[in-house]
């Protein structure tokens, strides 16, 4: 199937954040009505989690007409779940140590403060931290525009869902910008560079990688727990067990939801950079809105602020929300050059010379009428144009170049 | 940063990858590409605006198929020139 590219992103995007939204829901409800202790309800979420990515990946591996239900309806190249890879251990330790770092950090935080709602909000500051991770890692900083279009996200994100309900202090503030914010974007970044390997020559599947994520976070948060038990004389980890077979039903409603999310996400993250997926993603605060409002309905949590400057606050954060994502929407300029040399010049030194010019996210050296296709993406077109050009104009040997933009984009998925 | 050269991943090593570019009729834009998206083998369909209109990347087994899908997307209505261009190597994020 040929299908536009950008649209994929953003289906895939979206819809994380609808089943994010879903699990978050169930989330409150069971934490307000059956599971108290949060160190229990984590062990409990993960083992549960574990059993639920089990179950689908198998239910997912089915093969109806030569083709994996999984690859049909969730991501092309699954094909069945199958043991970790060698070169996926590193990233896969990584990211789940990453995620349980973020998750223990959530612990504490809870049992510091009765109520941490004042400073959850903190935690879509992410979105900045993969911004800036990004500049570092990836080839291509991140332009003006994208971080505009982030900080209009990120505030979106604070406002649309800030409380004055709960407690703050300088502690919790440090565990959410010095802990769960760096435990989630060490995360996010090697699920993406998972979801980039190659396996067999075919990209990675979001399916597996989920499914040896969430179990090597379980080991992990597991054995974190155990030792803050043996030295506190706590039951956390015991108590989790238990919890996860008791209230089985509940517990797997939301991890449901949560593999969906997170398989969608890694999907996304196959095709956007990790600070677009997440600033994307974050609309799960949008998506929960209704979620909540049903629970508050239901009496299973305190009822929805309907103070005017309450709503006012939060109808600012989501309009900013969604001017941010339609600013990374649509800024995006991707171009063809079509370069021609003259004779004489090597052309592995000359590629590498295209490679190394910023914005550039593919150097072909052909056989034809030209003699190198490069493909470039840029947010701004005067100056990206000017930048790419000047750059260009600086390599000896090249006779003659066409830029071609480009306007529309469909791809093979 | 990631690199992919061709032979270890992206592309198998017996796998041609080509960029075939194309000039068309003026107004038959979009039925040629309706028709491009049914053919097997494109990777991807670019709409651009510069000497070209559409640049189609395509992976086949072997020169044969490339031969075959070149003649296919000439065949179709409107399209007026094509510019194959195979891929001898490559660097892609």
Known sequence: MIIRKKYLFYVLALSSAVANAFASGVDAVVSS??????????????????IIALIFSIILSIRFKDKSLGSKAIDPSFNHLRFIRREEIKYQLLSAFGNAILTIGYYILLSI??????????????????????????????????????????????????????????????????????GWMISSIYQRKLKLLKINGKPNDSLNIRFWNVLFAFLITSGIVLIYDISSGANHLLNGIIYAFRFFNWISIMGIGTFFSLVLYIRALGIGKASVTQAVKSTAIIFSIPVSIILAYLNIIPSFSTDPTMVAIRGIGIILMILGIASYALTLVKAYIFIEMKPGYPILDIMRKLWDI?????????????DFIIKIRTRTLVKGYEKIIRKLNEIEGIKKYKWESVLREWEKL | MVLIAPENGLVKESMITAYILTILKPGSADKAIQEMRKIDHVEKISVVAGEYDIVVRVQVDNLEELLDVTNRIQMIDGVEKTTTQIIEKEIAL
């Open chain 1, 113 to 182: 403060l009765a109520d941490p709602s004042v400073v959850i909000p903190f935690t879509q500051m992410v979105i900045l931290y993969l911004v800036l991770m990004e500049s570092i890692t990836e080839k291509d900083m991140p332009t003006l525009v994208e971080v505009q279009s982030a900080l209009i996200v990120t505030f979106g994100a604070i406002l649309g869902s800030i409380s004055f309900s709960g407690d703050i202090n300088l502690l919790s503030l440090a565990i959410v910008f010095l802990v769960i914010n760096p």
């Open chain 1, 33 to 50: 009505l059956f599971i108290h202790d949060p160190w229990a309800f984590g062990v409990a979420c993960f083992l549960v989690g574990v």
């Open chain 1, 358 to 370: 910023r914005g550039v996210t593919r150097v072909a050296a052909v056989a034809g009428k030209y």
